[in-house]
């Protein structure tokens, strides 16, 4: 039976803007595996998938709400190369409050 040991990280209302907050959500994306990922939820219906890619780059999903202003599925995917761009995604999709679950 394998073991499944999902990790909640439930980071209660973070501002990202808040320092504090910020490096440890750019802790959790630095330090994430190529086999693990992260969902960022804002609660308010979109909600953002990341993976580390094995060359150490990152791809993101983003799963809109029903009323998407995307015209394309393949819009939704965004593969970026750094932590910065990650941080810039997840504020002009989410906003500045969010919470964070491994899988």
Do not use: C, W
Request: net charge positive.
């Amino acid at each position: 039976m394998a073991n499944l040991n999902h990790q909640l990280l439930q980071l209660t209302a973070p501002r990202i803007s808040s320092k504090q907050k910020k490096t440890e959500f750019k802790m959790k994306i630095k330090t994430l595996d190529s086999d693990e990922g992260i969902k960022i939820d804002s609660g308010r219906g979109t909600k953002i998938y990341l993976n580390r890619r094995p060359s150490s780059s990152y791809v993101a999903e983003i799963a809109e709400a029903k009323n998407s202003k995307m015209d394309h599925p393949s819009e939704n995917i965004r593969f970026i190369q750094n932590i910065d761009e990650i941080i810039a995604l997840v504020e002009k999709t989410l906003g500045k409050s969010f919470s964070v679950i491994d899988y």
